[in-house]
């Protein structure tokens, strides 16, 4: 790799000087660059490309394990070492999530709901467990506020809104764009934290008419809504980290494109098996029967 590290910089050093550097021949080196490229390392070259693409379009976000089963799911089986060293001699490194730390507060005057979900991370179809929180983005005109609703079917964003406060009608509206583009049947678990928009006498009412349950998690264990913090997590990697956001508008239209074109459509995940959510809820079979009955047992309504 000595030999690979002088080639790639011979422009911007004297050739002597980096042989001298690295304790190897100036005659050895140019024997090296004179010969001809073994098959393995052809074939290494040809992988490095069809790598460079995936992690391109995972948004440079991609380790090695998502690497390696994109690769797969084209119909290129390679091992994982192999993948990781080529990632790594090309500086192609992954992202790793932060913590999310949630801008919700409890209204102390409103009595939470009891905590239903208790960490069943799991639906075995599509609208029978929904999750929310908010988040906020700054701005150069001030604070913008998402709230979104996840499906954990498949991780799926099935709905969202933006705005420049965090009042119930932010809530309400995400919630809103959920039931409207999935119709759901009655029964669902919606779970959040204690927030006071998700107290807030009129969203508890929206859910009373949509017949469904709600869950809270416990007081300040965002662990209850780990999937929900994993999403704002990753959001914050692979978009809000990255930009300068001008306007107000300039973040609605690039996070509507993370959401809509992008999380949903394109980014795999491991808790999916490596599919986007719209590929995952698309392809796997999902059970006979009612497909949007509720998985917990029957507690009090809100």
């Not at 098959?39 to 460079?52: G, P, T």
């Not at 409207?180 to 008419?209: A, I, M, V, W, Y």
């Not at 996070?255 to 392809?283: D, K, M, Q």
Request: glycine content about 6%.
């Amino acid at each position: 790799m000595k030999y690979g590290f002088i080639q790639e910089h011979a422009g911007e050093y004297e050739v002597r000087v980096m042989c001298k550097a690295l304790s190897v021949s100036t005659s050895g080196y140019y024997d090296w660059v004179e010969r001809e490229p073994s098959q393995h390392a052809q074939d290494d070259a040809v992988l490095l490309k069809q790598i460079q693409s995936i992690y391109e379009e995972g948004r440079r976000k991609y380790g090695s394990p998502k690497v390696q089963e994109r690769l797969r799911q084209l119909g290129r089986r390679h091992g994982r070492k192999r993948v990781a060293r080529l990632m790594s001699e090309a500086g192609l490194v992954g992202r790793k999530q932060k913590r999310y730390r949630g801008t919700t507060k409890a209204n102390p005057s409103h009595v939470p709901s009891e905590n239903v979900l208790n960490r069943e991370f799991t639906a075995d179809a599509p609208n029978r467990k929904w999750l929310s929180d908010i988040t906020q983005i700054n701005t150069d005109e001030g604070l913008m506020y998402l709230a979104v609703t996840l499906d954990l079917f498949g991780r799926k964003a099935v709905g969202w809104a933006m705005d420049d406060n965090m009042e119930a009608t932010l809530t309400r509206r995400s919630f809103g764009m959920a039931v409207e583009r999935r119709k759901p049947d009655p029964g669902l678990l919606f779970h959040s934290d204690r927030g006071g928009q998700f107290t807030d006498g009129d969203f508890r009412d929206d859910l009373r008419d949509q017949h469904m349950i709600q869950s809270m998690s416990r007081k300040a264990n965002c662990w209850d809504n780990a999937p929900m913090e994993s999403f704002f997590a990753q959001l914050e990697i692979e978009l809000l980290a990255e930009r300068r956001f001008y306007t107000r508008a300039q973040a609605m239209q690039e996070v509507f494109e993370y959401i809509e074109v992008y999380y949903n459509r394109i980014r795999i995940h491991s808790a999916n098996g490596y599919l986007s959510p719209v590929e995952f809820e698309t392809n796997v079979k999902r059970p006979t029967g009612d497909a949007n009955a509720s998985a917990a047992s029957p507690p009090r309504p809100v």
